[in-house]
């Protein structure tokens, strides 16, 4: 089994008819993942890659006649934060946000109104979630991984390619990868990810991948060494980083001392987590558990 | 991106935060004539986006029309931590009993906004925090309800503030949270907030940082950022859609992916080197913003290699190569470049790399260790 996503999914693409959003949809259809609908308000009734998947005008009618359950957002940013409330509203249980730059309050108020909710939001700012072969949710790219028991975990996006590509070079393959987003408010945190891949079959080892900013790496680690049977290999990302700098992502910086690598690295290592130099380092570290 | 103290202090004074008298000066006359109109003796204020203005000699108290001419001129044109200040802030001085510290900011632990106070203002709050936690006091604002009059009333209890002055407080308080929330702030401070002899609070300083990614809603904040704090690459990057930032090393690295591109710093550091900025050309990036990138890195004059690392998902690698390829016709350099490029169409990119003769490294491990080689051995 993978986590968060199988060949039970039935995806909704928000952004269908952009341009992302049609590239990204027809990789994923080609990759295998079930698209069952698109949402552009304006432009239901439409028939959109080659005709064969229908356009609604809202979540709500997409789900209804096509029974879709869970949905990737490729809206613009000042769209997107009302795109994942509609999902959410239409009862959509997982939700994956693509998009970068959503203001980090409006993201405040849309993890505080879903909490109580019984959905998962992955990201924003996330590149998805892949589980190969025959699923992904999002725009990892699929002949860079190959089934296998390790999970991955990380908030970055070309960073988890290089990773996942690493360990297909030296013929290890990936139950599930999942990039939790590189936003200062994500709506699922390593915690959440770990725990599933705790409980996940297939998984026998799992990757974290973090960096620069926030304390999230420093409570996964105490989650690790509470809770986690499986072996955890680390990495993170940001050790040449000044502070108070925003290194790209809205999340990756140091502020008032909080944040660094060297702390989150600590973290890790006091976890009992083998943590690498760099990314070709974590198939070398697998191979010697 | 942030603001002015006479920006905060405009945007303070909507929100009913008592605020000095005062006006911006860009001339020794004009801060004679706001010193005239203010009628005692004013504080100059240096309007420069950097932190410890005071001690660099960016805040003078004078007392006549003349003196403030006078200083003025001085301040005026010279610099602070290198940058040249254009603009004062001529205010009132304030007799000050007591300085208190106010600020907010997102807490991305609690997924909430932080609010501090601190009885003891006026100096690096988080120095306080660190030598003596005790004396700050906390408060979390649920991001749905808003601030409650209780919150601030029991951060007013807590700092021991006088009970006459809590009402005063409260407002304030209230006041600076719809300013944080009107402006989509991450950040917002007052230090100091000040008791004055006369028993009255008054915000002395103000300070505010706006959500980058929500500028769209603020389109007349945007129109009057101030770029002279920021390194002109770096602006020339934003141009581009490029996120770049100057380090101190000497190895330029062009990577796609913010993430990819600090493992790339990362691994050089790892290798002995020391990279010479951070640059993420984002996804999908066209040939004409790679020769953009190179060409911010190459006019670092400490820059004595560029490792390229590209892992090609929307972008494509033969598109960076024609890149490579074209800035490198235009500008005649003999700094070595290292490239590694992996991914959609990276067979084509070699080709192209191959033609113009440029060096190639498979993994990422590999192409560090020959930058920093590089590095070493390059002689100008």
Not at chain 1, 6 to 34: A, D, P, W
Not at chain 2, 146 to 168: C, M, V
Not at chain 2, 364 to 380: D, F, I, R
């Amino acid at each position: 089994m993978s986590i968060l996503v199988n060949t039970e999914t039935r995806l909704l693409v928000q952004g269908i008819t952009g341009h992302e959003g049609g590239f990204h949809s027809v990789q994923m259809l080609k990759y295998g993942t079930n698209i069952v609908a698109g949402v552009t308000p304006g432009k239901g009734g439409e028939w959109v890659l080659n005709g064969k998947i229908p356009v609604f005008d809202s979540v709500q009618t997409a789900a209804e006649f096509t029974g879709a359950n869970a949905s990737i957002i490729f809206v613009p940013a000042r769209f997107a934060g009302d795109a994942i409330l509609e999902a959410a509203d239409a009862g959509i249980k997982l939700i994956v946000c693509i998009t970068e730059g959503i203001p980090v309050k409006e993201m405040l108020q849309i993890k505080r109104a879903i909490s109580h909710k019984d959905i998962r939001l992955i990201g924003p700012n996330s590149p998805g979630i892949i589980s190969p072969p025959f699923t992904k949710v999002g725009i990892i790219p699929g002949n860079i991984t190959k089934p296998g028991n390790v999970g991955v975990v990380s908030r970055s996006g070309t960073l988890t390619y290089e990773v996942v590509y690493a360990l297909k070079q030296a013929d290890i393959g990936t139950s599930t990868c999942v990039g939790i987003g590189g936003d200062p408010i994500v709506g699922t945190d390593f915690i959440d990810i770990l725990s599933h891949f705790e409980g996940d079959s297939q998984t026998d080892v799992v990757v974290m991948i973090g960096e620069i900013g926030g304390l999230e790496e420093e409570k996964a680690a105490v989650y690790v060494a509470n809770h986690m049977t499986k072996p955890v290999i680390g990495f993170i990302a940001g050790l040449a980083a000044p502070p108070n700098k925003r290194m790209g992502h809205a999340g990756a910086i140091i502020e008032g001392g909080v944040g660094t690598a060297e702390s989150k690295i600590n973290a890790l290592k006091n976890a009992g987590i083998q943590v690498a130099h760099y990314p070709e380092e974590i198939p070398e570290l697998i191979k010697k558990l | 991106m942030r603001l002015h103290e006479y920006q905060s202090k405009e945007i303070f004074a909507n929100h009913q935060i008592p605020v000095p008298r005062g006006r911006l000066a860009s001339s020794p006359e004009d801060a004679k004539l706001i010193a005239e109109e203010l009628n005692r003796p004013v504080v100059l204020k240096a309007q420069v986006l950097v932190g410890g203005r005071g001690k660099a000699g960016g805040i003078r108290l004078v007392k006549s029309p003349g003196e403030a001419s006078d200083e003025a001129s001085k301040i005026l044109g010279s610099k602070i931590k290198e940058i040249p200040v254009r603009r004062l802030l001529v205010e009132e001085a304030v007799n000050i009993q007591q300085e208190i510290y106010i600020g907010m900011t997102i807490d991305r632990d609690s997924g909430s906004t932080l609010l501090i106070a601190s009885g003891e203002g006026g100096v690096d709050v988080e120095e306080v925090a660190r030598t003596s936690p005790e004396k700050i006091a906390r408060v979390y604002v649920d991001p749905l309800l808003g601030l409650k009059d209780y919150q601030a009333r029991n951060l007013a209890a807590e700092i021991e503030l006088p009970r006459p002055l809590w009402r005063s407080f409260i407002s304030i308080t209230k006041g600076l949270y719809q300013s944080y929330q009107e402006l989509d702030a991450t950040l917002a401070e007052i230090n100091p907030l000040v008791i004055t002899a006369d028993g009255r609070l008054i915000a002395l300083d103000g300070k505010m940082i706006i959500d980058d990614n929500a500028l769209f809603r603020h389109p007349d904040l945007v129109e009057k950022r101030d770029f002279s704090a920021e390194a002109p690459e770096e602006i020339e990057a934003q141009k581009f859609c490029l996120e770049y930032i100057k380090l101190s090393g000497d190895i330029g690295c062009l990577v796609n992916g913010a993430g990819l591109a600090m493992a790339t710093m990362d691994i050089i550091q790892h290798n002995g080197g020391q990279p010479a900025n951070f640059l993420d050309i984002g996804g999908g990036a066209s040939a004409e913003k790679v020769a953009a990138a190179l060409r911010i890195i190459l006019q670092d004059p400490q820059v004595k290699t560029v490792l390229v690392n590209i892992f090609g998902g929307i972008t494509r690698c033969d598109e960076v190569a024609i890149g490579i390829k074209k800035i490198l016709d235009q500008i005649k350099t003999d700094i070595p470049f290292i490239i590694r490029l992996v991914g959609t169409n990276e067979k084509e990119g070699r080709e192209i790399l191959a033609s113009a003769n440029l060096e190639t490294a498979d993994t990422l491990q590999e192409a560090a260790g020959k930058a920093v080689q590089k590095s070493l051995e390059y002689a100008p």
